[in-house]
């Protein structure tokens, strides 16, 4: 098992230009997380796919769009990247068995950087 | 969602046990007590969670008061591997789709 995949692992973004940033988990896991990480900073939930099909937004979803593509990919988009979005992106993923805690899986992560 | 504090950093002799503390003194009935780590550059790593009654697992143990306003975090045999951001995350068992809501931590440094 590779666990929670991301691509790419590093990026270089002029303002305006637009992206997405892919995500793959191979546990069979139903819900799904995007966070960013600022320096010196916890995690900020971006969006959260709780099933395939759904889509929510977390606490920080300004300027970001989610897709779940089929119960293995969650990707997200910055259709016009700003430097506030300069950040460190972590995909998760989680089981939503009944009996099962909140053990979330996180990716190795993107660092993407907007000039 | 109860808040939680935690301090800003500690430091760990090699081979002792790492104490990590966190208050979390508004928790609910139905809220969990969990512990995830992050080691410098890498995704957050689950490592415990309990609610009322102190648990222990391969990677630590966590013990919470009795009136489970605060609980520690225990590394027995800190390793120089466990230096790590710590976070204490109190989450309800449903309801929430389970978002995390982390803080900035505890830095614990190990050394040697």
């Known amino acids: 098992n590779a666990g929670v995949t991301q691509t790419p692992k590093f990026q270089v973004l002029k303002t305006g230009q637009s992206m997405t940033l892919q995500c793959a988990q191979d546990?069979?896991?139903?819900?799904m997380y995007w966070y960013r990480q600022d320096p010196g900073m916890g995690l900020r939930l971006i969006y959260y796919?709780?099933?395939?099909?759904?889509?929510d937004k977390g606490e920080v979803p300004n300027g970001y769009n989610v897709s779940r593509l089929n119960k293995r990919e969650f990707s997200l988009r910055l259709e016009s990247a700003a430097p506030s979005q300069t950040s460190v992106y972590f995909c998760?993923?989680?089981?939503?068995?009944?009996?099962?805690?909140?053990?979330?899986?996180f990716g190795p992560g993107t660092r993407l950087t907007v000039l | 969602d109860a808040k939680t504090t935690q301090p800003t950093s500690m430091d760990c002799a090699e081979g002792r046990a790492a104490n990590l503390p966190c208050n979390h003194s508004t928790i609910s009935g139905n809220e969990y007590v969990y512990w995830y780590r992050q080691i410098h550059s890498q995704g957050p790593q689950y490592i415990i969670h309990g609610l009322k009654n102190n648990e222990t697992n391969e990677m630590a143990s966590l013990i919470i008061t009795e009136d489970r306003k605060s609980s520690t975090l225990i590394l027995p045999h800190a390793t120089l591997r466990d230096t790590a951001v710590y976070y204490c995350?109190?989450?309800?068992?449903?309801?929430?789709?389970?978002?995390?809501?982390f803080g900035k931590g505890t830095l614990l440094t190990v050394n040697p």
């Open positions: 998760a993923s989680r089981d939503r068995g009944m009996f099962t805690y909140n053990e979330q899986f």
């Open positions: 995350i109190v989450l309800s068992s449903g309801g929430s789709n389970y978002k995390l809501t």
């Open positions: 546990m069979n896991h139903n819900s």
């Open positions: 796919s709780a099933s395939e099909g759904t889509t």
